[in-house]
Structures are given as structure tokens and as C-alpha cells.
């Protein structure tokens, strides 16, 4: 099936953001699921690059479901849609925004709760949707609540952590490995052959650097031989 025809059912509708308190969400949550599934569950997953996130939710009442999206912080969010109707097995992806002058709290006081009720009727205009939401009481027993706490998502940063904690233990396990069956005599035996072949090594250098010098200094010598005047031979007088 296409995507048009997945959500041909789907009709959503934008109206006023509605507040929702601190000191009542806790108790506007109902545990199980009845109408909708919602993905993520508990989380309102948002990307620490763009500050987004995406929430995705399903119908699986057997009757058309209308569902409500608010917040304890409407000034931080941007929520679309914010409302809706989802026909049986359908399911509606919502876009939330964090507002580039605000950042989540660090307690954990920012929340959404999503809620949902059967659809008078199976089939409502977006009008209708707005003014079934703005007359009905959220701790309505026929109304489905789902609370949702906001985070930065840790699953990119943890997977990179996972990634370099394997890489730093398969380097240590491949150094453990290479070093692995070697017995420490023969280790010893090996240690001491390599230094005493780098000893006549240098020994082979430093007889090859006096031997130089001594040529170069017999060279030297041999010049300065050559360009010295001979010594003029003078006999003295015979006495007569």
C-alpha cells in the first residue's frame, strides 16, 4: 500500500496550545494501552544537533480515535500536528520543535502527555476535533493519557562510546594475542640478542669513523709534505 493510502484516514487539525501543569501530569496517565500505541513509549527523544524529535502513533482501537498533544512547557515546543483523528490500524507521526531560545531542564520538568478518546461518530471535521478537545475534561474516564518525559537522545552518543570501548578492547585483546604463547626465557633470549647485534653494529660504525679520520688525517699530512721548500745544500771552504 502506499503511503498516500496508508493515511488517507488520518485528518489532523491545528488549534491553541493547551497548558498542562507540573503538579497534575503524574496523575494524567493511564498504563495501559487501549486506543493508542505510542513510539516511543515513555520519551520524547529530541536530536542534540537540530533539537527535534519525531513521535509516532497508532490506532489500535477498532473504532476511529481522536487524540490531543500537550505540554507542560508550550512556550519551549512547537507541536505539529497537535491534534487529530486516526481511523483503525492507521497511525500519525508528530514533529516537535525545541524553540532555539529555550533548552530542556535539566530535572526532567519538561513532559508531554498525549491523549485519546473514541471519535463521536467515527468521522469529524477539523472544527469538530477543536471543539470536542476544548469542551472535554483530560481526566475524563473515557480518556486515554500517555506521558511522555523529555531527553536529549543518548543512543547516537552511546553507540559511539560502545564503538570505541570495542575498538580499545580489541586492540588490547590483539596485543594480548600477539604476545600470547611466547615463552619469557625465549622473550629474554631474544631481547639480549637484539642488543648485543646493535652493539657491533655501533662497534662496526665507530671502527669505520677512526678509520676515516685516520685517512683523512694521512692525507692532510702528505700535502702538506709535498708544498714545503726543499732545504739548500751550502759546503764550507777549504783551508788552504
Not at 35 to 57: C, G, Q, R, W, Y
Not at 135 to 144: F, G, L, N
Not at 158 to 175: E, F
Not at 204 to 209: I, V
Request: with cysteine.
Amino acid at each position: 500500500m502506499s503511503e498516500a493510502g496508508r493515511f488517507s484516514y488520518v485528518t489532523f487539525v491545528d488549534s491553541a496550545p493547551m497548558v498542562l501543569k507540573e503538579t497534575n501530569i503524574n496523575k494524567m496517565h493511564t498504563p495501559s494501552e487501549g486506543m493508542l500505541h505510542i513510539n516511543p513509549k515513555d520519551f520524547v527523544n529530541f536530536n542534540s544537533k537540530n533539537a527535534e524529535a519525531t513521535m509516532t502513533i497508532k490506532s489500535i482501537a477498532t473504532s476511529a480515535v481522536t487524540y490531543k498533544i500537550q505540554t507542560t512547557s508550550p512556550e519551549k515546543f512547537r507541536v505539529r500536528p497537535r491534534c487529530g483523528i486516526i481511523q483503525p490500524n492507521q497511525e500519525a507521526t508528530i514533529n516537535i520543535w525545541l524553540k532555539s531560545e529555550h533548552k530542556l531542564s535539566d530535572d526532567s520538568k519538561d513532559k508531554f502527555l498525549v491523549m485519546a478518546m473514541v471519535a463521536p461518530g467515527g468521522e469529524c471535521g477539523g472544527a469538530d476535533v477543536t471543539e470536542l478537545w476544548r469542551s472535554k475534561s483530560p481526566t475524563s474516564a473515557d480518556v486515554e493519557q500517555h506521558r511522555l518525559v523529555c531527553r536529549f537522545d543518548e543512543n547516537k552518543s552511546k553507540a559511539q562510546l560502545d564503538c570505541a570501548s570495542k575498538s580499545s578492547k580489541a586492540s588490547v585483546d590483539c596485543s594480548k594475542k600477539s604476545g600470547a604463547g611466547v615463552d619469557p626465557a625465549t622473550a629474554m633470549e631474544r631481547q639480549l640478542a637484539f642488543t648485543q647485534n646493535l652493539q657491533y653494529v655501533t662497534l662496526a660504525l665507530l671502527f669505520l669513523l677512526f678509520a676515516g679520520f685516520g685517512f683523512l688525517m694521512y692525507q692532510q699530512l702528505g700535502q702538506h709534505a709535498a708544498t714545503c721548500p726543499k732545504a739548500t745544500a751550502y759546503s764550507c771552504a777549504k783551508r788552504k
